[in-house]
């Protein structure tokens, strides 16, 4: 009994774009950085340099503040202690 070796093909498919092409395609579409709704390319640079401009970083919930600061205080007696 002969084992015969089946044919196999080991290119991707014809509709598959390569990695290269991809890379230089160009984004038209972005995602707004604040809700996530859809932005033209226009639209984006101008929010982008809106938040790139403000002054004052944004204020955060005091209880979500709350919450950071314990969790990095967490992270330091964890650090510290051996158990």
């Not at 093909?9 to 579409?29: M, Y």
């Not at 340099?49 to 964890?78: N, S």
């Amino acid at each position: 009994m002969g084992w015969v070796a089946q044919p196999t093909l080991a290119l991707p498919p014809p509709d598959d774009l390569p990695e290269e092409v991809l890379r230089t395609e160009i984004i038209t579409e972005a995602r707004s950085l604040i809700d996530g709704e859809p932005l033209t390319a226009a639209e984006y640079a101008q929010l982008k340099a809106e938040l790139a401009q403000r002054k004052t970083p944004p204020q955060l919930d005091p209880q979500i503040r709350q919450t950071v600061f314990m969790l990095q205080l967490l992270d330091l007696v964890r650090t510290v202690t051996p158990f």
